[in-house]
T-cell receptor
């Protein structure tokens, strides 16, 4: 069974601080996605990485896929209160079309 | 486009009652799925469909039925509700040949079973 472990589970920081969220597995994934979910809403895709070692940047967010395609990280620079939410990583196995394995999420709170 | 829509937004059931959670998408996506989200458990796949007339079980299918008669609609049926089915349910869709299998989620249905 493929599993994705996310850490930390909870993170509370002050505005302007930097942070990194990790997503680790013992399994290889064909792709890795990061979603952000706000209270009362469904997850929204932030980025998809598909190549080992790939780095993608989305404004203050930097996403990295591990060389072996077993892990990923999300780094936020100068966090803002608007970054508050639940961050979920999800791995695609490339098997059944569209099936994803989700991590349990990191709940981020950025205080002004 | 409305994207993925779900109804109802909230529902309270008594143990043993049945109900159907509705899901529709207007993006002509072939793949649709149902997840449940529980505190500390993340999103777990209940059932999925790769096209009209084709459905399959996910990680936690027991107590749920699905059907896919059209590309647009993918209802989830609870046959005899149990308190363990109290959860937030999300429907999602994706294009069949989308690189990385990116999924588009609906706003969710919050279900409480008493």
């Amino acid at each position: 069974t493929q599993l994705l472990e996310q850490s930390p589970q909870f993170l509370s920081i002050q505005e302007g601080e930097n942070l990194t969220v990790y997503c680790n597995s013992s399994s290889v994934f064909s792709s890795l996605q990061w979603y952000r979910q706000e209270p009362g809403e469904g997850p929204v895709l932030l980025v998809t990485v598909v190549t080992g070692g790939e780095v993608k940047k989305l404004k203050r967010l930097t996403f990295q896929f591990g060389d072996a395609r077993k892990d990923s990280s999300l780094h936020i620079t100068a966090a803002q209160p608007g970054d508050t939410g639940l961050y979920l990583c999800a791995g695609g196995s490339g098997g059944s079309q569209g099936n994803l394995i989700f991590g349990k999420g990191t709940k981020l709170s950025v205080k002004p | 486009n409305a994207g993925v829509t779900q109804t109802p937004k909230f529902q309270v059931l008594k143990t043993g009652q049945s109900m159907t959670l509705q899901c529709a998408q207007d993006m002509n996506h072939e793949y649709m799925s149902w997840y449940r989200q529980d505190p500390g458990m993340g999103l777990r796949l209940i059932h999925y469909s790769v096209g009209a007339g084709i459905t399959d079980q996910g990680e936690v299918p027991n107590g749920y039925n699905v059907s896919r008669s059209t590309t647009e609609d993918f209802p989830l049926r609870l046959l005899s509700a149990a308190p363990s089915q109290t959860s937030v349910y999300f429907c999602a869709s994706s294009p069949r040949f989308s690189a990385g299998g990116e999924q588009f989620f609906g706003p969710g249905t919050r279900l409480t079973v008493l």
